[in-house]
């Protein structure tokens, strides 16, 4: 099974970027913890992270052959794209939305996630964690969709 992982702008600067909203462990860091859990559930995660809007849809879209599942983490974008929204329905895979802080408890206009109707579900709040908690729900997702193929 290989899950494509997609983070969006400024998420590269964790570790630097305000560590008392979102920590101290770099992206690298928790893409490398997140690769090492997935390997205990036997799955293989692609990452990648840019500040550009069109580079995340092209990622999305490029994984709809390759992969099985989707994990987002737009960071800014979450509040203003459509067009992130309009890939992920695309490819019409299971999609989980993560964020490290709280939206919900953050500014006003961090509140409304464009993105978050095309996904699965959403985990916000559990710093890193989110990716570890995003993996496995999407994980046993698919697992328990696939055994119901196979009846």
């Known amino acids: ?58 990622h999305i879209l490029a994984g709809r052959e390759l992969c099985q599942g989707l994990i987002i983490n737009p960071g800014g974008f979450t509040h203003t794209s459509v067009a992130l929204r309009d890939a992920i329905q695309a490819v019409d895979l299971p999609c989980v939305e993560v964020h490290i802080s709280n939206t919900a408890a953050r500014d006003d206009f961090r509140h409304r996630s464009l993105t978050a109707g095309a996904c699965l579900g959403q ?29």
């Not at 998420?11 to 860091?29: H, N, V, W």
């Not at 570890?132 to 196979?150: F, I, P, Q, T």
Request: hydrophobic share 40%; net charge negative.
């Open 123 to 151: 985990i916000m709040g559990f710093g890193p964690m989110g990716y570890h908690l995003a993996l496995n729900g999407l994980v046993e997702y698919l697992n328990s969709r696939n055994n119901k193929d196979d009846l």
């Open 1 to 58: 099974m290989q899950i494509n992982i997609i983070n969006g702008p400024n998420l590269g600067m964790l570790g630097l970027r305000e560590p008392q909203i979102y920590g101290a462990l770099t992206l690298d860091q928790i893409m490398h913890g997140l690769a090492e859990y997935a390997r205990s559930l036997n799955v293989r995660i692609s990452a990648a992270q840019s500040n550009e809007e069109g580079v995340l849809v092209s």
